[in-house]
């Protein structure tokens, strides 16, 4: 149930849906302020900088808008929002980019201290991840964050599995490095 700031009403997520679909402003603000907090969340990871996100943020919420006719109400809503946001952060990227991915087929072990990761904040987290080249940042987030295989995140950014498998090694090295390196003493 949504509550609206103007109205003490509250509407279920099928009239938000269908107020959307007709064009009607008050529904469309009340599925922007109800989603775009965990929406922006999924921008920031595939983002190298916040205003990017920003941006991911406003054209994936004109896609959904103008795509919710679409859902056809099988899996839940969000879901359907949230690989609209993961298409529109690759889509995104993949045309400002002109160097898309590198090729690296070494993959280097790091040992890590498991209370390093705990000594990290989300906020440190988030920075690492958008600070990794565009490559292993897309990858990282598809197969980690939100759990695609190899196979499909080969067939999203138009790659081959094995270079899926190694910008994924090569980005946990990377976080492992820098976690490493926040954690050394001074």
């Known amino acids: 149930m949504f509550k609206t700031q103007n109205l003490h009403t509250t ?3 099928s009239s938000i849906l269908k107020g959307c679909s007709t064009g009607k402003k008050m529904h469309q ?3 922007y302020s109800n989603y775009a907090p965990a ?3 999924i921008c920031l990871r595939y983002a190298s900088d916040y205003h990017g996100a920003e941006d991911i943020l406003q054209e994936g919420f004109i896609k959904v808008f103008g795509r919710i ?3 056809r109400g099988e899996g839940s809503f969000e879901g359907w929002m949230k690989r609209i946001f993961i298409n529109t952060s690759i889509e995104h990227f993949r045309k400002a980019s002109k160097n898309r991915f590198l090729n690296l087929e070494e993959d280097y072990q790091v040992p890590i201290q498991p209370c390093a990761v705990e000594n990290l904040i989300k906020d440190d987290m988030i920075k690492m991840i958008q600070s990794l080249p565009e490559g292993y940042r897309k990858v990282f987030n598809l197969y ?3 759990g695609y ?3 499909e995140i080969g067939a999203l950014l138009n790659i081959s599995e094995g270079t899926s498998k190694s910008q994924l090694a090569r ?3 990377t976080l492992k490095k820098r976690i ?3 954690n050394e003493p001074i």
Do not use: C, P, T, W
Request: hydrophobic share 50%; charged share 25%.
């Open 180 to 182: 490493i390196e926040l």
């Open 149 to 151: 295989n190899h196979r």
């Open 69 to 71: 006719g679409q859902y």
């Open 171 to 173: 980005a946990r090295n």
């Open 11 to 13: 509407l279920d997520i």
């Open 39 to 41: 929406m922006f969340a």
């Open 29 to 31: 603000e009340l599925l």
């Open 144 to 146: 980690v964050i939100d």
